[in-house]
């Protein structure tokens, strides 16, 4: 560590958070959220939060710079999701809307409830509240799809699915009927509206991205195949990033300099992220997903006891593991596939 | 031209509705905010010049802010889009298996 302490070189001075941060630290924490990010299709703002505090950022610049760091990086994602086809920007642009209102709304909730003494611990409570349900849809839906699939129950397009609360909500027949190509069905404008509405409302209320909430509801209550939620929901997550890290720099709490240096990072991760979509099942994303989740909420509970550091621990030890499960399956997947393209080569000449 | 038109006035709407949340998320009213002052005797260049900007006009600072992350963003996606296609991975399709 002294070796480490006296090399200033691995030192950045942050101009307007004031402080010097060890940089390395920085593009590893963009290249990891990049992973994940581009794999589940988030932000992960609680990801580089707790890891911007750890390296000496100010809580109030970490949330700030980590906002306009996701909004790079989920541009990034987005456009490597977008060769793969899995954006459905009519959907995005839907969704859009209602995100924002809903956004607005839920923070403009949170201030009402701080001018009445009111916020303390309730906002972490209702936030672990919607991560257990989020873990127990998914690991529940996961428990239904292998029992149906060893029933040999009859599978649809997309093989034996468990939880299908979105085929009930695509029957509404409220104008205007919209026909999302990409995402392959058809529903009302209002489904989609009205998720997002209220996963912003949500996220504004939490103060979180939304991507979190927003992923696991496109799945089950609109209807996207996962691999589609994924990419549309980074599109989602790229435009409000870029709206937060507009409204967060004008209260002055951003750090560009630091924003920098992690999307340098991230733009390798959000590759390797993005790219193991191609080689997983949507339910392999989907328990993975439920397993970020689980240890997101335990690490909320912890710091709820005041087991900061305990926390800090669990959500730097679960992005660690998540991040090099998904390396694998990228890794293993890539050189697969370039295995089998040899061997095709290799038998036409 | 119907299809053209139901467009732009989608624009219109989402554009009506976020002119609105701006102003709503930019805040206002409540106590006095910290004020965060970029120390520019230690910086020189462009660091320089942007905690100026900082100090003397945020909103511009911001604008620069979003502008320079979306520009980094792109050009970063760009740069890696090339460098993985020299990987020789089929990166425009994949198989949607859900289970």
Known sequence: MDFLANA???YMYMPIAGVKIFWPGLVLIGFSVGVIGGFFGMGGAWMVTPGLNILGFPMAFAIGTDIAHIAGKSMISTMRHSKFGNVD??????????????IELG??????????GKVGSVVRWVYVGFLALIALMVFYDYYKAVQ??????AEGDRGAEGITWY????????????????????????????????????????????????????????????????????????ISGLYGAFTYTLKGRIELVAVFVMLTGAAIGAQI????TKYSKGYGIRVAFGFAVLGCMVS???????FTNSATVLILGTISVICIYIMKIMFQGAAQELREKRRTEMLGS | MKNVITKL???????????????WAAGGGGDAPIVVVADTRIVHGILHYFSNLYNTNLLLFAIWAVVLTAAYGGFLGLIMDKLMGLTGLDLKSRKIVEH
Request: proline share 5%; hydrophobic share 55%.
């Open chain 2, 9 to 23: 006035l989608a624009l219109v709407t989402m554009a009506c509705l976020m002119v609105p949340e701006v102003l």
């Open chain 1, 107 to 116: 923070a403009q909730l949170i201030m009402m409830l701080e001018r009445i």
């Open chain 1, 273 to 276: 992220g993005t790219v193991a």
């Open chain 1, 300 to 306: 909320i509970i912890l710091k709820q006891y005041g």
């Open chain 1, 8 to 10: 200033n070189w691995l």
């Open chain 1, 167 to 238: 085929k009930a909500l695509h029957r509404l027949n409220i104008p205007p009927m919209v026909h999302f190509k990409t995402a392959g069905f058809t529903c009302s404008a209002w489904l989609p509206i009205m998720v997002s509405f209220l996963t912003g409302v949500l996220a504004g209320f939490l103060g979180i991205g939304g991507g979190l909430l927003r992923m696991p509801a496109l799945v089950y209550l609109i209807g996207c195949p996962t691999h589609i939620a994924v990419g549309t929901d980074l599109f989602e997550v790229m």
């Open chain 1, 89 to 102: 920007y009519k959907l995005g642009f839907i969704m859009l809307v209602g995100t924002m209102v809903g």
């Open chain 1, 148 to 153: 149906k699939k060893k029933s040999g129950e």
